[in-house]
């Protein structure tokens, strides 16, 4: 543990982020307008947002639900289908707004249904994305039955991910919320070109933190929790100064009844408390002086993006998480409801 009190980095971004549509932006994009400069925004709504046109209608509807003088640029990125047209990827490539594609294998997560069930579908429009430069944004797993859901993430890399960096050897990639050592080995050996997001859940919870007296479904999101040795391993990559691990949250609000229910959804709110809740790993990690790089600064390098220049001050101060927040008529429970956290930002 840190003797740091008070830590000021560069303002961070977050490279994934769910925030809902419509009347429930204005609970949400808030929490992270207000300590995030930008945060690249996941395309899985209902229906997905599979075109340039449908993801520059939903920045603006982000935009629209922020408070009054408050900056925050909503990265926009585009829903991968198995008909995704190199067209497309071009008129994405030219627009400033759009960042990456994002590839959801079919049935793998909240709201894929419509996304690619067999990526060889996909590999006109990976070519186009390699030659461009646009990166593909990856939730790695597999949704085969068979394979255990502990597994799903390992059997991905191996058999979908390991062919597809073959065959575009110079496609930029982002493993999302990798959750394994596995994965944290195969970014760290994998070239320049990829990358991999790690949530502030899966560094400060293991599996365990599901079943701790009863059923939790505050815990429960996709890619699962895993076993303490996997916890261990993404801390000491997110930790360790390499650059091709940053932050990405993967903060995703349901309401209430969604998540408390006999087919709860999978999802950890975490926007409330996001750069909090890294402090608290990684002054127990005694790596404070690497959480700017992680944060603030790894993303947009890899992205192509020019660094935040503004900061933001945290101090060591024990805050209690409220038991909810409005989202729309409903309540939405945050990752601590009702706890401590160590960090407060000022």
């Known amino acids: 543990m840190s003797q740091m009190r008070s830590i000021t980095i560069t303002r961070p971004d977050d490279w ?5 549509d419509n009347e429930y932006l204005a609970n949400v994009v808030p929490h992270t307008a207000s300590t995030f400069s930008r945060a690249i925004i996941m395309p899985n ?18 935009l629209s639900a922020l408070p009054e003088n408050t900056a925050f640029n909503p990265l926009m990125v585009l829903y991968l289908t198995n008909n995704t047209t190199t067209d497309e990827i071009v008129k994405a490539c030219n627009e400033t707004n759009i960042h990456a594609v994002k590839y959801y294998p079919a049935g793998a997560t909240t709201n894929s249904d419509a996304g690619v069930t067999d990526i060889k579908n996909c ?12 990166p593909l944004l990856v939730h790695g797993e597999v949704t085969d039955p068979d394979v255990d859901v502990f597994d799903r993430e390992q059997v991905f890399i191996d058999k979908v991910l390991l062919p ?3 065959k575009f050897p110079l496609l930029k990639i982002v493993l999302e919320h990798i959750t394994t050592k596995h994965a944290a080995e195969f970014v760290t050996d994998s070239n320049e070109n990829i990358a991999a997001t790690i949530t502030p859940h899966h560094l400060l919870f293991n599996r365990n933190v599901m079943f701790k ?16 040795m ?38 950890i709110y975490s926007a409330h408390a996001a750069i909090e809740l890294y402090a608290e790993v990684f002054d127990e990690a005694n ?3 690497k ?14 993006l020019p660094r935040n220049t503004g900061t933001i001050t945290l101090e060591k101060t024990d805050w209690q998480v409220p038991d909810s927040y409005s989202f729309a008529q409903q309540k939405l429970i945050p990752l601590r409801a009702g706890e401590i956290i160590h960090w407060k930002k000022v």
């Open 213 to 228: 007296g009863g059923m939790n479904p505050h815990y429960y999101c996709l890619p699962i929790l895993k076993r303490e």
């Open 123 to 134: 590999y006109d429009a990976l070519a186009k994305m390699e030659e461009l430069g646009l």
């Open 16 to 20: 994934h982020l769910h925030v809902r």
């Open 45 to 62: 709504l209902n229906p997905p947002v599979t075109s340039v046109e449908l993801a520059l209608a939903y920045r603006k509807r982000i």
């Open 230 to 267: 996997h916890r261990q391993a993404l801390i000491a990559v997110a930790t360790s100064g390499n650059q091709k691990f940053f932050l990405g949250t993967d903060s995703a609000p349901h309401a209430q009844d969604k998540k408390e229910t006999s087919c709860g959804c999978a999802g």
């Open 287 to 289: 790596a404070l002086d």
């Open 164 to 166: 597809v960096t073959k």
């Open 291 to 304: 959480l700017e790089g992680f944060a603030s600064f790894f993303g947009a390098d890899f992205y192509g």
